[in-house]
């Protein structure tokens, strides 16, 4: 016989909130940082039904404008048009219609030259391309994935809008050259174009917060992507 | 007569005037109900998601989808448990359709163990054996104090499955209480 057998049910939910109702939480973020989220939330839901067919059309002039003038925002040497198929950049930032910066990643080079664009862009980043996380920055209140459960948190969800990986083979300029995305795939030794992009929400980075990449060959070669605190050491900003 | 239209600056300064009334006592209003309502939200969220990071996270989030729709949410019967089934939702829409996307590397995955200490073991393990619905059904009793209808009207069921999945998790939780205390001895 034991203590727990003789409890009524109410005993059991009064034992089950005491026992959470002890334990410390967290106190409350500051209340005008929610409101001003949800300000902003606000907003974009009343922009949504207006100019959604205006955005479509922005995004593609934006489109139009990255492929023909892809200036500022190549890491490699600016290529135009056609030619950029055939000479692709290691990576590419765009800034979309809707101010959020998409980061297409092709080949692990000059991570410092795509950590410094990031930067001009608004968004302090630290990226690294060894697969090795840089040991100076400290992930964001609710920046990582928690395990378990396997669910990116709401903050991940708002700085990166659209998961990012692999894009499907036909999104590949050079179908010939891909491999099967995913975890198990066996490292490519020269990654296919287009590989990795990952869409980041400027907007929706707290103050004080950058994102960290680090990209790496192994399981499709898309590496931890999160939120974490901006400083010198960690986004040099 | 009385009216504003003998004066149509001064009849707009004082609708003006309302209306920044009106935004400022909704912002004290929303200030308050976040403070006293932001710790029985959290621990609801708790003891259902069983993650600490996670909780704060979606309540977080829910608070602030409240304050983007406070007209609707000042008016529903608990708001409280609005913020509560809207953080719930939060994370279940996403990983639902995180589900059917794109895989993450493992190694964006912070270590196991790190959420949830502190919380009362025997307590957390009990309720890790319980289904999603009866930890919802017995954090809304227990945190938000929200009787059978209310929880059936939250959870979009019946009142009769209400108090099923309460029964059943009170009884589940009891065995879990009673075996954890037989082996912790």
Not at chain 1, 62 to 83: C, D, F, I, N, Y
């Amino acid at each position: 016989m034991n203590a727990h057998d003789s409890m009524s049910d109410t005993d059991v939910l009064n034992a089950a909130r005491d026992s959470l109702s002890g334990m410390p939480v967290a106190s409350p973020p500051d209340v005008e940082m929610i409101m001003a989220r949800g300000r902003a939330r606000r907003h974009r839901r009343r922009l949504v039904p207006g100019v959604t067919g205006m955005l479509a059309v922005a995004a593609g002039a934006a489109l139009a404008v990255t492929t023909l003038a892809p200036a500022s925002h190549q890491a490699a040497p600016p290529a135009g048009g056609r030619q950029r198929a055939a000479h692709l950049a290691a990576w590419t930032v765009t800034e979309l219609a809707d101010g959020n910066i998409s980061v297409t990643i092709r080949e692990l080079k000059d991570p410092a030259g795509l950590q410094s664009t990031l930067r001009a862009d608004g968004v302090p980043a630290s990226v690294t391309f060894a697969g090795q996380l840089n040991p100076a920055c400290r992930p964001y209140p609710g920046g990582t994935i928690p395990w378990p459960p396997q669910r990116p948190t709401p903050l991940l969800r708002q700085v990166f809008p659209k998961p990012y990986g692999v894009l499907p083979p036909s999104a590949d300029p050079s179908p010939g050259r891909s491999q099967a995305p995913g975890h198990g795939s066996p490292p490519p030794a020269t990654p296919a174009p287009g590989r990795t992009v990952i869409v980041i929400a400027r907007s929706a980075l707290p103050g004080h917060a950058g994102v960290q990449i680090a990209a790496t060959h192994g399981a499709g070669w898309i590496g931890p992507v999160r939120v974490v605190y901006a400083s010198p050491q960690c986004t040099s900003s | 007569m009385a009216g504003g239209s003998g004066n149509p600056a001064r009849a707009y300064a004082d609708r003006r005037a309302g209306e920044l009334t009106v935004v400022s006592n909704e912002r004290a209003e929303f200030a308050d109900f976040f403070r006293t309502g932001w710790e029985p939200c959290l621990r609801a969220v708790l003891a259902v998601v069983g993650s600490q990071q996670l909780a704060e996270d979606q309540v977080a989030e829910a608070f602030v989808r409240a304050w983007a729709s406070w007209r609707k949410v000042r008016s529903h019967p608990a708001p409280r448990a609005w913020v509560v089934r809207t953080a719930l939702n939060a994370g279940a829409s996403w990983w639902r359709q995180r589900s059917r996307e794109l895989p993450l590397a493992g190694h964006d995955l912070t270590a196991p163990g790190d959420p949830s200490e502190g919380l009362d073991a025997s307590l957390l393990a009990a309720l890790r054996h319980l289904s999603l619905r009866q930890r919802e059904v017995i954090a809304l009793r227990i945190f938000l104090d929200l009787d059978t209808d209310a929880i059936a009207r939250q959870l979009g069921i019946e009142a009769g499955t209400v108090r099923m999945h309460l029964s059943r998790g009170v009884t589940a939780l009891r065995r879990e209480l009673t075996c954890t205390n037989d082996h912790g001895g």
